[in-house]
């Protein structure tokens, strides 16, 4: 069992040197910052703006983005496992894929090197933003 983790991920992270993450190709941590984005709205709305009722609010806005795409990996993963063990193992891989963003962080990391070496600022603080 532990075998077929350890290969997953070793295909995931192949998949990532290959790929990297394509910006046309939906990615489950933008699903997550709309996830959080609405239910922060939601609790903004709803608590008093009061230290004590924020911290509440925040603590709930942690274990429901928690609970919620740790619920749907996990579900997803069951119902693959439930069709073919192949099925699991290729899920697991993409999973591992998105999750590890090597190629992307270095790509993306070299164009904030490369503006602040060039001197603009700007062009920085717009590739931080990716």
Same mark, same amino acid.
């Given at each position: 069992? &532990?075998? #077929?983790?350890?290969?997953?991920?070793? $295909?995931?992270?192949?998949?990532?040197l290959?790929?990297?993450?394509?910006? @046309? =190709?939906?990615?489950?941590v933008?699903?997550?910052?709309?996830?959080?984005?609405?239910?922060?709205?939601g609790?903004?709305?709803?608590?008093?703006?009061?230290a004590?009722?924020?911290? &509440?609010? #925040?603590?709930?806005?942690?274990?429901? $983005?928690?609970?919620?795409?740790?619920?749907?990996?996990?579900?997803?993963l @069951? =119902?693959a496992?439930?069709l073919?063990?192949?099925a699991?193992?290729?899920?697991?891989?993409i999973?591992?894929?998105?999750?590890?963003?090597?190629?992307?962080?270095?790509?993306?990391?070299?164009k904030?090197?490369?503006?602040?070496?060039?001197?603009?600022?700007?062009?920085?603080?717009?590739?931080?933003?990716?």
């Amino acid at each position: 069992m &532990i075998r #077929g983790h350890i290969a997953a991920m070793i $295909v995931g992270f192949l998949l990532d040197l290959c790929f990297g993450d394509p910006h @046309w =190709l939906p990615h489950p941590v933008r699903a997550m910052g709309w996830l959080i984005m609405h239910v922060e709205k939601g609790l903004r709305l709803l608590c008093p703006k009061e230290a004590r009722w924020e911290r &509440i609010a #925040g603590l709930f806005l942690v274990l429901m $983005v928690l609970g919620v795409t740790g619920g749907t990996a996990y579900g997803c993963l @069951w =119902l693959a496992g439930g069709l073919h063990p192949y099925a699991f193992f290729a899920l697991e891989s993409i999973l591992c894929y998105q999750m590890l963003a090597t190629k992307s962080l270095k790509d993306e990391s070299m164009k904030v090197y490369d503006a602040f070496r060039s001197g603009d600022t700007e062009a920085a603080r717009r590739a931080v933003s990716m």
